[in-house]
Each structure stands twice: as structure tokens, then as C-alpha cells.
């Protein structure tokens, strides 16, 4: 933990006393100047520190920026998040982690970044990734489960970034095939799962999360492939990133437990509840053709399975999946 982080989490437990320059540097132990600078940076980023002449220094509150200190704080995870780390910008979050867990790093690290220069989507395509606004978040795990079944991760993410969206904001989440989460039709988070593996064996999965928090209309690019959205912009509120992102966390953790002792079928249940198009008449448009049918569910794999007019049955892994008149 940073001497800054530290400061913020003193006055943050006395935070209706004065903690005089002093104390901070008997706590700390940095020299008083010292103390003075990091007040002094705190304030220039955003927090409201009252200084009093014999008295000290007095958090009044904070900005909405993510430290890690405050996102572990008391986070009742048993593995995402055992390590945690906050940047002001990075490339890309999955990229950072994928190389982290080439390094050796251990499962559960989390990283997350104010902004990103290079945010991915799939199949080479770009985040947009203002700073200040949205979180950029990804997670390292090492799960013993046959590659074929880390798809089902995807859905993990899903599920959970939906829930927690109705949990803290009251938005009523839907999710749509394979992996972005909608809020009235509209996207309001896209993930991208990364896996590092052999043909028996995963070395590391990395789900990545971008969820639009407080970003503003004018930030989305114009040429979008599907209509955005942000929470701001749905509810009318700005809304802090810290309670979503600890949120977000524990509900990754809760299901990815569940998911390594329980299986797929849960997880499946709780997807598919939120999946509009179950059992309705749609049509996936695959580029070189089209195939309608009736959406049964998905499948252990992540394939979405189509009832065909002629009684067959056919596993979708690819396409844009929409309603259709059958
Ligand atoms: C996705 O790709 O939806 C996956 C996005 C994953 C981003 C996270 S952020 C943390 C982690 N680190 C990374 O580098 N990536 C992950 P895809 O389905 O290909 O959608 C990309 C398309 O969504 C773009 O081509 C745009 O049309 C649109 N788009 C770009 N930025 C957006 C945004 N902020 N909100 C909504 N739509 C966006």
C-alpha cells in the first residue's frame, strides 16, 4: 500500500476527527513535509481534506477514483481480488494481465485502470475507454476444468455484471449471445475472456470487463456496431465506481466457486433468465448465411442451441443472434 493510500485509509477510520501532521507521521513513519505533500497531491486529485492549525487534518470526502486499498477493504472474497492493482492508464487490462500470468502471476489478481489507450474487443475490434468515468477491470484465474469448458466463464461474467447492475443501480440487466450485457436494448458492458492454454490444459483464463458507468453521450465514438449505453445515462444519476467494482468482485468470486462445485447448470439457469430471446423464434445472421429458428437454450460449451423448423436441432457458435418471425 502507497503512503497515500495509507493517509486516505487513516483519515478514512477517524473520519469525523482532526489527525494532526504529527500523528499521520508517527503512523506512517514519513516525515511530517512528507505528510504535508501527500495531503497536498490527495487534494489536487480530488479530495476534500480541511486542515485546522492546531487540530490536523480532516477527510471531508472523496473522488470517485478506485484505489486498491478501497476495493480490498474488508471484500469478503475468497479468491478474486487476493491481489488487486489500480493504474491511471495502461494499455489494455487483459493485455497486463495476460503478461502477469505469463510471469507466473497467482490466480485472483485483479487489475484495473482509470483509462485505456488500447482497449480490446473481440476479433481485434476497440474499447473506447475514457478515464474517470467507467471500469476497466480484469481478472486472472487458473481454473482446472478441460478448455473446452472455459467458455462457460464468459457467461460467468455476464451473469455477474448483469446482477450487480440491478443489485446497486436498479437497472434491470438482460444479457445477449455470446457476451455483452444490454440495459433497455442498449450496451451497457462488453467482456472479452482470454485463455492462455494446451489442448488438456488451461494455464490462465482472463476475463476482462468494461462496464460504462458515468460516461456521457458525447463520449461514445459515432460509428458504434450496436446501440451503448451507461448507467448515468440510464438512470439519470451519477453513480460511484467503488461500491460496483467491490460488487462486481464478490459476485465473480461467488460464481466462480459455485461453478468449480456445482457445475455449468446454475450458472446456465441464471443466464438464461436474463436472456430474452429464450425460446422465441430468431434468426443469426453468420455472414455467409442466415439460420432461423427457435432458441432452446445453451449448451455445456456456450453453444446456443437452435430447434430448426424440420425438427432438427443445430448448435450455434458463431453470429449475430436476433428476433425473427419463423
Ligand atoms: C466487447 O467487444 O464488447 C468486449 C469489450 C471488453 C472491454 C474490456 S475493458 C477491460 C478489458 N481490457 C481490455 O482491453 N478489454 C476488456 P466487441 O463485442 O467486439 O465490441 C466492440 C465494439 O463495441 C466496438 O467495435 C464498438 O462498436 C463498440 N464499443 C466500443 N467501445 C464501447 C463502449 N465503451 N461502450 C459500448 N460499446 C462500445
Not at 458507468?213 to 444519476?237: I, K, W
Request: net charge neutral; hydrophobic share 40%.
Amino acid at each position: 500500500m502507497s503512503s497515500r493510500e495509507k493517509i486516505v485509509r487513516l483519515l478514512r477510520t477517524h473520519s469525523d476527527q482532526y489527525l494532526s501532521g504529527q500523528e499521520i507521521s508517527n503512523a506512517l513513519h514519513i516525515s511530517r513535509a512528507a505528510v504535508w505533500k501527500q495531503i497536498e497531491q490527495l487534494r489536487a486529485a480530488g479530495f476534500d481534506i480541511d486542515a485546522r492549525r492546531a487540530q490536523g487534518y480532516c477527510l471531508r470526502s472523496s473522488p470517485d477514483v478506485l484505489l486498491a486499498d478501497d476495493i480490498q477493504y474488508g471484500l469478503a472474497t475468497k479468491i478474486v481480488g487476493r491481489q488487486i492493482d489500480c493504474v491511471k492508464q495502461l494499455g489494455s487490462t487483459n493485455q497486463s494481465v495476460r503478461e502477469a500470468a505469463a510471469a507466473g502471476a497467482s490466480e485472483g489478481l485483479v487489475v484495473l485502470a482509470d483509462s485505456q489507450s488500447a482497449g480490446r474487443g473481440r476479433l481485434g475490434r476497440n474499447w473506447v475507454s475514457p478515464a474517470g468515468v467507467n471500469i476497466y477491470c480484469s481478472v486472472l484465474l487458473r481454473p482446472q476444468i478441460p478448455p473446452p469448458d472455459a467458455s462457460q466463464l464468459t457467461f460467468l461474467t455476464a451473469v455477474a455484471t448483469a446482477e450487480i447492475l440491478d443489485d446497486v443501480c436498479g437497472l434491470n440487466a438482460r444479457v445477449k449471445w455470446p457476451n455483452d450485457v444490454l440495459v433497455n436494448g442498449k450496451k451497457i458492458a462488453g467482456l472479452l475472456n482470454e485463455l492462455g492454454a494446451e489442448t488438456e490444459q488451461i494455464h490462465y483464463l482472463v476475463l476482462g470487463i468494461g462496464l460504462n458507468v458515468n460516461m456521457a453521450a458525447d463520449q461514445f465514438p459515432l460509428d458504434l456496431r450496436y446501440p451503448a449505453t451507461s448507467v448515468m445515462l440510464e438512470t439519470g444519476n451519477t453513480q460511484a465506481r467503488l461500491p460496483l467494482v467491490r460488487a462486481l468482485l464478490l459476485r465473480i468470486d461467488e460464481l466462480y466457486h459455485d461453478l468449480l462445485t456445482q457445475g455449468f447448470a446454475p450458472l446456465r439457469r441464471r443466464w438464461e433468465a436474463r436472456f430474452d430471446l429464450l425460446d422465441r423464434p430468431v434468426e443469426v445472421d453468420q455472414g455467409q448465411r442466415i439460420v432461423r429458428g427457435l432458441v432452446g437454450g445453451l449448451d455445456a460449451d456456450g453453444a446456443l442451441r437452435l430447434l430448426l423448423p424440420d425438427g432438427r436441432s443445430e448448435r450455434i457458435l458463431v453470429g449475430d443472434v436476433r428476433p425473427a418471425d419463423c
